[in-house]
């Protein structure tokens, strides 16, 4: 999975230097700069609570997800290095984030996932649906191609978490509400098909 989500942007890799929290580059209009240093930390936030959540219950579907995270922190580093902004995670230390409705979020929702399994897995779907909530927002901000690629990838990869996640609550004979996407479009993922990344 690391391999489809990277290919889909290498060709818009630069080696620079990040020079700023804000790049001075007229390319790119302030909401999205904010947006692409926003992702960064939120698939950060999706990794961290994983993690955290399978050195508590040791559920395989958390590892294999953060690992998957990892590979989009890493697409959206490459937006980082082209437009020369400034990298929050520049010092990646687990559990600790520079936007402070981030860090609020990842300590409520490893406090709630760690109560028990299915709040665990419940946890993960609210995460996913979160980035899918976030994505279409940014994407919607965006006409350019670049940036276009590397969220449509995040977002397909979310919708297959989603879908992971939810059939495992089902597994525990639980359910799960989104609260924020709609119901319509909840259920429009969940029995759709796991989707892959465009090259």
Known sequence: MKKI?????VIFMITTTAVSAFADDSRLTMEEQQGILQMRE??????DVY???YDTWNIPIFKNIAASEQSHMDAVKTLITEYR????????????FKNAELQKLYNDLTTLGKKDAV?????????EE??????ENLMAQTSKSDILAVYENLVKGS???LRSFYSQIQGYGADFSPEYITVT???????????????
């Open 51 to 53: 993690l955290a959540l």
């Open 130 to 135: 979160l980035d899918i909530f976030d994505l």
């Open 85 to 96: 902004m400034e990298d929050p995670v520049a010092v990646d230390v687990r559990g600790v």
């Open 119 to 127: 709040s665990a897995v419940t946890v993960g779907a609210r995460v």
């Open 159 to 161: 919708r297959n978490h």
């Open 185 to 199: 479009e909840f259920y429009e993922i969940i029995s759709g098909s796991a989707e892959r990344g465009r090259r």
């Open 42 to 47: 939120e698939e950060k936030l999706a990794r």
């Open 5 to 9: 989500f990277l290919s889909a942007i």
